[in-house]
């Protein structure tokens, strides 16, 4: 019987504080090619690295019992996540072996894919394989759709995004910059504020880093108010935005990277700024935005093969330079969607 070893990413117990490269192991094991019916074993090509997975390492969090793809990571075991591959062997009739997939993989060489389990075949439509893990993949749908049906955008508002080098936050703000707003946006490092000037066509951009007083710098980008926030990374720069929020603002919360490793404090709104100015708040999951999949799709690809859009991609290489990728993110190494090449195309 054919068999492959598979090196694999887990964690060695529950992670919940910062991420460290000594919370993680690389474990081998050896799986069979003999697959049953309706199971896929998937060569991994490309392989998404993403700030949620830290919620899924805690021995606790509100998120886990939130939707599948949120429960808890088991310390030992391979850890899922979205990516593209090839199949090496199939008992699904719809997929074919060397065909190209993409849905729920793992942090590792190879996954064996069960009955059920997220992944479809993927007609790349002539875009770099790493565009299907990112900006066309769950990166992509959460700005979408977080950006067009929770903050409602009309021609001419002022936009703020947090995060905004980041793999939402850089496509957010070039969805808002399209479609009529103004658009500033904060990152970690001037390479980045600048990237967000030069390359994504943001109206501006600041350093967070910089900033003493962050309801004072955004009283300083927004003379006039914001009315959209799209949250990436809660925290006082939620409370600083609400600060700054005109009348009849929303907010996206997309995430709260700031409050995940707990090291940071918790946003505490001022909640008369709340009522008083109607703000709406909404927190949202990229999957509440299925059903806006083909056109989110169509969109999108018309986007980037004008060359209107810009998806960057942040790559490493090779299984082991997982954790290295995953802890990065909680300190701003990455610009754009990280990802990790796990074998040559
Ligand atoms: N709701 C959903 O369905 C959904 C889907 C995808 C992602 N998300 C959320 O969206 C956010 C962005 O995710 P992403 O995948 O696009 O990640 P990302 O922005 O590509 O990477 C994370 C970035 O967050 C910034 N960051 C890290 N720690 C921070 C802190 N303490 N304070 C402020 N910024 C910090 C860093 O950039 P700087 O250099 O700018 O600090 C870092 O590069 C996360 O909160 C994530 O959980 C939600």
Request: aromatic share 8%.
């Amino acid at each position: 019987m054919e068999e492959v070893n598979n090196k694999f990413v887990s964690i060695k117990d529950h992670v919940n504080g910062s991420p460290n490269e000594s919370d993680f192991e690389i474990k081998t094991e050896t799986i069979s090619l003999s697959v049953r019916s309706k199971e896929v074993i998937v060569k991994n090509l490309y392989v998404s690295v993403d700030p949620y997975q830290l919620n899924r390492m805690k021995s606790h969090s509100s998120s886990q019992a939130a939707i599948s793809f949120a429960t808890a990571i088991t310390p030992g075991c391979a850890i899922d996540t979205y990516g593209v591959g090839r199949v090496v062997a199939s008992g699904r009739p719809d997929l074919a072996k060397d065909e190209l997939v993409v849905g729920l993989l793992t942090w590792g060489e190879y996954t064996l894919v069960e009955e059920g389990r997220l992944l479809n075949k993927l007609d790349p439509m002539r875009l770099p394989l790493p565009l299907h893990v990112g900006a066309l993949g769950f990166s992509g749908l959460s700005a979408y759709g977080g950006f067009f049906e929770i903050c409602k955008p009309k021609k001419g508002e002022s936009v703020f995004v947090s995060a905004a080098s980041g793999s939402v936050g850089s496509l957010v703000g070039q969805y808002a910059k399209l479609f009529g707003c103004r658009v500033i946006g904060c990152a970690g490092t001037q390479q980045k504020v600048d990237l967000l000037k030069e390359k994504l066509g943001f109206d501006d951009a600041f350093n967070y880093k910089d900033e003493t007083n962050l309801k004072s710098a955004l009283k300083r980008y927004f003379p006039e108010g914001i009315d959209i926030y799209f949250d990436n990374v809660g925290g006082e720069m939620l409370e600083a935005a609400v600060a700054n929020m005109n009348l009849f603002g929303r907010v996206a919360v997309c995430g709260a990277i700031s409050e995940y490793t707990g090291n940071q404090k918790r946003a505490a709104l001022e909640m008369l700024d709340v009522v008083y100015k109607r703000i709406t708040i909404q927190g949202f999951l990229a999957a509440d935005y299925i059903e806006r999949y083909a056109d989110f799709i169509s969109t999108t690809t018309d986007l980037l093969r004008s060359s209107k859009m810009q998806a960057l991609c942040d790559i490493s290489h090779g299984v082991e330079s997982v954790p290295c990728a995953f802890i990065g993110l909680f300190r701003g190494d990455n610009i754009g969607k990280k990802i990790v090449q796990i074998a040559d195309e």
